[in-house]
């Protein structure tokens, strides 16, 4: 499972992933001397839940998020954590990340070491996070630390062995379908993280650091936490929980160290529940159709040249509207080439339903004419009654 190469991964991707990369960009910006690789789905008249993988995650892992949220009309971002080699170097990124993208307050959802920065972000940036989703996550590096004696030599440490040190940390064996499938899929993206990527992640994993107090309230935070097992040791989970007695728990039986992948049904239910109890309001009217830049809009919006969301290449536009699409175009954002409306998952499943109903028609047509053809044929092959 977990010796799979990048090509027979992706040549196994999942349906409703390539579904997703057919409709959602990924966009890519640089901020001084960091690349950001990015989702930003939904109408952005929303406040965003920003999502923030863990140490062996992508921007991608969380697109079961994106499409089943969007649809309800939230905002939901999702980014790969740049190469940033210290805990410092990562709230300064990502404050100018949001300020590029013209976000003041945000959302976020992290999972494992995404976690830990959500709450370093959340501790020396207070003002910008208004609520907290946190996901078999810690507080503290010092275990993890003690545990990489090699950490001194990770910038020299060949790509082969940092991807099989990520990996053991995944529980191996058997799982449950859904389970072992998303363990296939995050195995499938560290395929496609560099070297440095991969060394940078580790860093911020082992610099010894911990959270201190936050200045948001226990009731703007929700834990989710999976019951069977993560690579994140029960210990540093129940301090999690210790530090933050007054925040809501969303505890998972089963789910293994992926959940928002093996129980992203869940996953979404809970992250919708906390949206709604710290006041971020959907959207979802403005969602009927896709634009060509990804961003969600309505029929009105689209007429109008999709005022509410983003502006046109030919509009002028501060950096939260056309303006900054142009600029992460420009930076390598995989967009669509088409002026067509891509279908929504909705206008998928009226097809779909439209495509069912008819061939229930037909197939209740024939079974009618077989009921009247046997009928007949019982008929006739009667034996006549004696008189």
Same mark, same amino acid.
């Given at each position: 499972m977990k010796g799979g190469g990048g090509a027979a991964a992706a040549s196994a991707a999942p349906g409703d992933y390539v579904y997703f990369k057919s409709v959602?960009?990924?966009?890519?910006?640089?901020? $001084?001397?960091?690349?950001?690789?990015?989702?930003?789905?939904? =109408?952005?008249?929303?406040?965003?839940?920003?999502?923030? =993988?863990?140490?062996?995650?992508?921007?991608?892992?969380?697109?079961?998020? +994106? *499409?089943?949220?969007?649809m309800k009309g939230y905002r939901v971002m999702s980014i790969d954590v740049p190469q940033v080699w210290n805990h410092q170097e990562w709230i300064h990124s990502f404050e100018k990340f949001l300020d590029s993208m013209n976000i003041h307050h &945000?959302? +976020?959802? #992290?999972?494992?070491? #995404?976690?830990?920065?959500?709450?370093?972000?959340?501790?020396?940036?207070?003002?910008?996070?208004?609520?907290?989703?946190?996901?078999?996550?810690?507080?503290? @590096?010092?275990?993890?630390?003690?545990?990489?004696?090699?950490? =001194?030599?990770v910038n020299w440490t060949p790509s082969f062995l940092l991807k099989?040190? %990520?990996?053991?940390?995944?529980?191996?064996? =058997?799982?449950?379908?859904?389970i072992a499938d998303s363990v296939d899929f995050v195995v499938s993206q560290v395929e496609t993280l560099s070297r440095d990527d991969l060394s940078?992640? %580790?860093?911020?994993?082992?610099?010894?650091?911990?959270?201190?107090?936050? *200045?948001?309230? !226990? /009731?703007?935070? @929700?834990? *989710?936490? @999976?019951?069977?097992y993560s690579a994140v040791p029960q210990q540093l989970k129940d301090q999690v929980n210790e530090r933050y007695p007054g925040a809501r728990r969303a505890v998972l039986k089963t789910g293994g160290d992926?959940?928002?992948?093996?129980?992203?049904?869940?996953?979404? %239910?809970?992250?919708q529940l906390h949206l709604r109890r710290v006041g971020v309001e959907p959207r979802p009217d403005l969602v009927q159709g896709f634009t060509r830049n990804g961003s969600a809009g309505s029929s009105k919006d689209q007429k109008d040249g999709g005022n509410n969301f983003d502006n046109h290449p030919? !509009?002028?536009?501060?950096? $939260?509207?056309? #303006?900054?699409?142009?600029?992460?175009?420009?930076?390598? /954002?995989? /967009?669509?080439d088409s002026d067509e409306s891509i279908p929504t998952s909705t206008m998928l499943a009226n097809t779909i339903? #439209?495509?069912?109903?008819? @061939?229930?028609?037909?197939?209740?047509? &024939?079974?009618?004419?077989?009921?009247?053809?046997?009928?007949?044929?019982?008929?006739?092959?009667?034996?006549?009654? !004696?008189?």
């Open positions: 959602v960009p990924l966009h890519k910006i640089s901020i $001084g001397p960091k690349l950001w690789r990015y989702y930003d789905f939904g =109408p952005k008249t929303v406040p965003p839940l920003v999502c923030i =993988p863990g140490i062996a995650g992508t921007a991608d892992v969380y697109y079961k998020q +994106i *499409m089943s949220l969007s &945000v959302h +976020i959802y #992290g999972t494992s070491l #995404g976690g830990f920065l959500a709450q370093i972000f959340a501790q020396h940036r207070p003002r910008r996070v208004k609520s907290l989703v946190l996901s078999n996550t810690f507080l503290e @590096t010092h275990k993890f630390a003690a545990a990489t004696p090699w950490s =001194p030599v099989r040190y %990520l990996l053991t940390g995944i529980r191996d064996g =058997p799982h449950e379908p859904f940078s992640r %580790l860093m911020l994993n082992v610099n010894v650091a911990s959270v201190g107090s936050l *200045m948001l309230p !226990d /009731s703007l935070i @929700t834990i *989710m936490d @999976t019951n069977d992926f959940p928002f992948l093996s129980r992203p049904d869940e996953v979404n %239910l809970y992250l030919g !509009d002028n536009g501060g950096p $939260g509207s056309g #303006g900054h699409d142009r600029e992460t175009q420009n930076s390598g /954002s995989e /967009s669509h339903l #439209g495509t069912v109903s008819s @061939t229930l028609q037909a197939s209740l047509c &024939v079974l009618l004419i077989h009921h009247y053809y046997e009928s007949a044929l019982y008929i006739s092959s009667r034996q006549p009654l !004696d008189v």
